[in-house]
């Protein structure tokens, strides 16, 4: 694990430009929640909101976990911006150190990967356990490393899916696999540009 400073890193990452991300929501969690009843949701490494806000916008009490305060800000900003504030609660946490409280009927771990300090395994037992009876663990994962990341991140080898489920030590009498392989499809980058990638994608269901 590295021993980079988590905030450190992050907030040296949002601080050096406006906005980082698309403000485009994952087409994984789309695909995921868009048949779902709304209920509440916790987003983790929500960077500047577009999942949380995604949620807000169809019914869901979100609580949107990240370590950079550049980040939470800029997402709060939207959420008051489009009326969505009393649906999205924004936290901080350096999440290898401490995880938001309740229980959830979806937690997304969307590419949750890090350069700096991160206890992935330990993070994302934690989200297995908050997630409420009935509810849903949906993790996507960089597969490989996109076609535009720093060459560094191409000799990163990123977790298969058995490692990731195997590392959360689940009861498999206590959980259903309903989706657990690498899919490859066509994406754009953060500079517009096109290219294949390959994520995993986990989704469980705790019965």
Request: glycine share 8%.
């Amino acid at each position: 694990m590295s021993t980079l400073d988590a905030q450190e890193y992050w907030e040296q990452h949002y601080g050096a430009r406006d906005r980082v991300w698309s403000g485009r929501v994952n087409t994984w969690l789309v695909e995921v929640a868009e048949p779902l009843r709304p209920g509440h949701a916790l987003d983790l490494g929500c960077g500047e909101g577009a999942d949380a806000l995604w949620l807000a916008h169809r019914g869901w009490q979100v609580v949107a976990v990240d370590v950079s305060q550049t980040a939470l800000q800029r997402a709060a900003t939207d959420a008051l911006c489009q009326g969505l504030e009393r649906r999205i609660d924004f936290q901080q946490h350096d999440l290898s150190d401490s995880f938001p409280e309740g229980t959830f009927d979806l937690v997304a771990a969307l590419y949750l990967h890090s350069p700096a300090r991160l206890d992935r395994e330990h993070v994302l037992r934690r989200a297995a356990e908050a997630v409420a009876a009935g509810g849903f663990l949906l993790i996507v994962d960089h597969g490989a490393a996109p076609p535009w990341a720093p060459k560094l991140s191409h000799e990163h080898r990123f977790p298969s899916v058995d490692e990731v489920i195997a590392s959360l030590n689940l009861d498999d009498n206590a959980w259903e696999r309903l989706q657990a392989k690498p899919v490859s499809g066509s994406a754009v980058g953060p500079e517009g540009q096109t290219g294949t990638v390959t994520d995993n994608v986990i989704l469980l269901r705790r019965r």
